[in-house]
């Protein structure tokens, strides 16, 4: 080996990107879930120009539970996620990521790195790279210009992405471009994507918004997996997808909690069939 080849694998090494000097690493996040939820929302409303997204909303979300939220256009679903993730300031209430962590008082960036992950309608994949890569550049690691050009991918985070790549079903297109995998595929390498930033609650929009058959399945089955070692939001208007992974269904109408329970006990609400379903009987 040459000098100059020691030289370059002293300096990777000490610049593995796994790796983050003392002095520099970010305390542990640790989320307070004593009471079983993970995400509390209180009181909260959002405004634009008059209308009201978002009008006193009270929600709970329990820790490592999958929930689904539904409600017609307008209901509030996209505004409380845009406020969750600091995307939108509210003009009251409280949102609390466990019970200490304040939301409203953070940015987009220190609520990702809390642990909170959301994935869009639309999949939001770098198609001109392989699934691996896209993998690789989600890693939850050191994003500095020098570790990043000097990374190379370590036997743990060799080992989550190979995880996440048997979780998501694409173990098999590794090394495929992401602009040839089908939408369904796209849509799971973006929750693969979230999984290797490793969050605690996962906020997903539409996930089965133009599948297949076959791929609606497939997804059904992966967020179920997901639950339990997370917490996942779903919002979605397909009532056949919901009722075939959700335990509890919050229903939205006019930015607040019109009801909540289990699939059967939301579609047999009298408010819900009126203002949801169209049944006026």
């Known amino acids: 080996m040459s000098i100059i080849d020691s030289a370059l ?19 542990e996040v640790s989320v307070d879930v004593s009471h079983q939820i993970i995400l509390y929302i209180e009181g909260l409303s959002v405004s634009f120009d008059g209308f009201k997204a978002l009008n006193d909303m009270n929600l709970y979300i329990n ?70 890569d896209n993998l690789e550049l989600s890693l939850k690691t050191n994003k500095g210009v020098i570790p990043t050009l000097l990374a190379r991918l370590s036997s743990t985070e060799i080992l989550k992405i190979d995880e996440v790549l048997e979780t998501i079903g694409l173990k098999d297109h590794r090394m495929m471009l992401a602009g040839s995998l089908s939408h369904g595929q796209k849509q799971w390498l973006e929750i693969g994507m979230l999984l290797v930033s490793e969050p605690r609650l996962l906020l997903v929009d539409e996930p089965v918004a133009g599948m297949t058959a076959q791929e609606t399945e497939h997804t059904a089955e992966l967020l179920k997996s997901l639950a339990g070692d997370h917490t996942v939001v779903v919002v979605e208007h397909d009532m056949e997808f919901v009722r075939s992974i959700a335990k509890t269904v919050t229903v939205l109408h006019q930015g607040s909690v019109l009801a909540e329970g289990t699939m059967d006990e939301v579609q047999n609400n009298a408010a819900v069939r009126e203002v949801y379903l169209g049944d006026e009987s």
């Open 9 to 27: 694998d002293n300096t990777r090494e000490t610049f593995r990107r796994d790796q983050v000097w003392s002095f520099l690493k970010e305390k």
């Open 63 to 132: 820790d490592g539970e999958l929930r689904c939220l539904i409600g017609a256009n307008g209901a509030g679903k996209t505004t409380l996620m845009d406020v969750i993730t600091g995307k939108t300031q509210c003009d009251e209430g409280s949102v609390y990521f466990g019970q200490t962590h304040n939301l409203l008082e953070k940015d987009e960036a220190e609520i990702s790195q809390l642990g909170i992950g959301r994935k869009f309608q639309k999949p939001t994949v770098f198609e001109a790279h392989t699934v691996l």
